[in-house]
DNA sequence: CTGTTAGCGCCTTCAT
DNA sequence: ATGAAGGCGCTAACAG
């Protein structure tokens, strides 16, 4: 009687895949019959009639275990579906396998790409990333390190808020100078001596404008953001371009944001053009501002390049395919964040070694000045 | 006399940052003559003269304890900078105040900004975040989810890889059963009762499609990537906004890929484009499809609208400014990371009170139709 | 109000 | 080859 339900249910179930749910109640069922709590080696030694450490052993793959044993053990952990409280681990080695990363903003491509690379490099050589915004608020990554700090995080990759005449005070020394393993990305700062990882931004920004200034600009507005080493460097490249070409840096063709998103692109690229007609060109520091810059071009009705030549920095996969292709100034992200957990677990395991750190203070990468179309020689000029 | 050679330092100081380096390696000095190991709460205890029970009532806040001995215990605890070690707190209390974040690839502008909302979120309410990606690839997303659930997180959010038909074995289930309090994101499973947090994909796709249709559309090539729910959705909204008026859906106007690439994009646009002149319109299912089709289109030398229509999916901050701007279907990834991260709590807390979880399986939001200038009436047949 | 103490799960030395 | 036991840093129940 029983099985003819059984079967008959059995063949509804094939009709109405509908039933399939039926499944799915018995999946959810489990999750409560199954004992919930974590499984111990304790629980392993009791049922395969051996000790904790012969668990341990067998496991953690050291000493030597009779085969018998070894056999029992693994059969058992298969059985419980054992997985080690890495907690637990974490609190006997003092490391945590764990490093983290404190950016500015996710959001940002810039950001995430590095990101990306981190955690795909950290994963390769078993590190798990933890990740932290500071939203470019120093106080914020001062929270985020101590949060980390005390999640006993093996490292950190960190692109730093603090600006570079910061002085910290006596709290905060402990988190910025190498209590724990440090590599600095992007932004670098002249008190600290940790490795950094970076593009050669002065480089360039110089590039850019040299290349808008052999194009025959010499009114070439900038858009800068966030008060950061990073930043200032490319100001400065861009300001000795100029100098270099017998001109004049003027200070109301420079604005700088706080925060470098794609909203202060937008005003301070009206500010400019608004205040300054006789702009011929603008070079725009980093991808969010390229975007708010290009948003008010846009509604301004300008046309890239006949009334104003282009440059941005930080390429992203759309600016090819932007009417016009833009001229971008690249940085190779994948490379910053690949780089700085490769270095970051040198120097973590160079600690455990009792050998010294790395002795590297910088690692540069180039810019490249990538020409599309977005330039176009300087116009005649209209009285 | 020392006074005197200290003066000078100080004036050569001022006169040449760069002789700033010598705080520089005080400050470096510092990290070797600071002793290096942890401070404890048997530390603190020992130093302020009380027991390390009296140590941890202070910091933790609970039971009671005479005002001076607080006094003294904080005034150690700044001293020494004292940070609490979380992994000890952890072994203790059984919660990590951690989530996992599973998603496919982090350097995908849609997972990026979920992340960031997560991350934001997680933040304000105590919770750290680790990350890990899957490459859209089921075996390593076992891999992560073993690594997180060692780690001993709190809670999961993930966009599993899983497909719809995926049937799980012994040794996974465990991990894909509400052993640990999860929320899916973006991709549902027919079989796991978990909670899912997502954009209605099928009428967003039929509204985007029925927007074409009404133009005057009837060949519509689609590119979809990914063997998810969602792209199956959306594909599924197509073919009902096509057989509603009457269009039978043809097979070969149909790509889909296997992870949803830019390459994926360029090489589905030009095969589709190519093997079907007959095509109208386009119609790409994420961001990244979109790119790499923009850039084949451009390739091609076709201009939108005049020669073919557009629409894709995931808005990106560019798609207003390329020429012409996009029109687009949205969703909202702030939301669904926000919202993701707030039930997941919920359910973390729900599962202390012991009082049941929360009984919602699916949280849908609206996709977004925004129509922009790439589409265009059909244009009149040649011949 | 305060101190003592027993674990959390794992590792590892020491003894057998 | 195996088992017993101490301890990582913190919490909290219990005893004073």
Redesign the interface.
């Known amino acids: 009687m029983r099985s003819c339900i059984e079967k008959l249910i059995q063949s509804i179930e094939k009709a109405l895949p509908i039933l399939?749910l039926r499944?799915?109640?018995r999946?959810?069922d489990?999750?409560n019959t199954?004992s919930?709590k974590?499984v111990t080696i304790k629980d392993i030694a009791k049922k395969a009639g051996v000790s904790q450490a012969t668990v341990g052993r067998v496991i953690g793959g050291y000493g030597s275990v009779s085969s018998k044993a070894k056999e029992k053990v693994l059969k058992v952990v298969?059985e419980l579906?054992y997985?080690?409280?890495?907690?637990?681990q974490?609190?006997k080695n003092k490391r945590?396998k764990?490093i983290g990363v404190v950016v500015g903003?996710?959001?940002n491509?810039f950001f995430?790409?590095i990101?990306?690379a981190i955690?795909?490099t950290g994963?390769k050589l078993g590190y798990?990333?933890?990740?932290?915004?500071t939203d470019e608020d120093p106080k914020k990554e001062l929270e985020c390190l101590?949060?980390?700090?005390?999640?006993?995080i093996d490292g950190i990759i960190i692109a730093t808020t603090l600006r570079p005449d910061t002085v910290l005070d006596?709290?905060s020394?402990?988190f910025y100078?190498?209590?724990i393993p440090t590599v600095y990305i992007d932004r670098e700062l002249?008190?600290?001596?940790e490795l950094c990882v970076l593009t050669d931004n002065y480089f360039g920004a110089y590039k850019a404008t040299e290349y808008l200034i052999e194009m025959g600009h010499r009114n070439i507005g900038i858009i800068a953001g966030t008060n950061t080493s990073t930043m200032h460097r490319r100001i400065e490249g861009y300001k000795r371009a100029l100098m270099e070409h017998n001109i004049e840096p003027q200070e109301k063709f420079i604005r700088f944001g706080e925060k470098a998103t794609?909203e202060e692109g937008r005003q301070f690229t009206s500010e400019l053009l608004n205040n300054n007609p006789d702009l011929t060109a603008l070079f725009a520091l980093n991808n969010q501002l390229v975007?708010g810059m290009?948003?008010t071009i846009?509604e301004m009705k300008l046309s890239i390049p006949s009334d104003l030549s282009i440059v941005g920095w930080d390429d992203?996969?759309?600016a090819?395919?932007?009417?016009p292709p833009l001229t971008m100034v690249t940085q190779d992200t994948e490379k910053i964040g690949t780089v700085a957990t490769e270095k970051l677990i040198e120097i973590i395991n160079s600690k455990d070694d009792e050998s010294n750190a790395l002795g590297e203070r910088r690692i540069v990468f180039n810019a490249h000045l990538i020409i599309r179309e977005s330039c176009a020689d300087r116009q005649v000029e209209l009285i």
């Open positions: 399939y499944k799915v109640f999946m959810g489990m999750r199954e919930n974590q298969k579906n997985v080690p409280n890495s907690i637990a974490s609190m945590t764990t903003k996710l959001g491509p995430s790409e990101v990306n955690e795909a994963a798990t990333v933890v990740i932290s915004n101590r949060t980390l700090y005390s999640k006993q006596a709290a020394k402990k100078s190498g209590s002249p008190f600290l001596q794609v975007t290009l948003k846009n992203f996969e759309l090819q395919i932007v009417n």
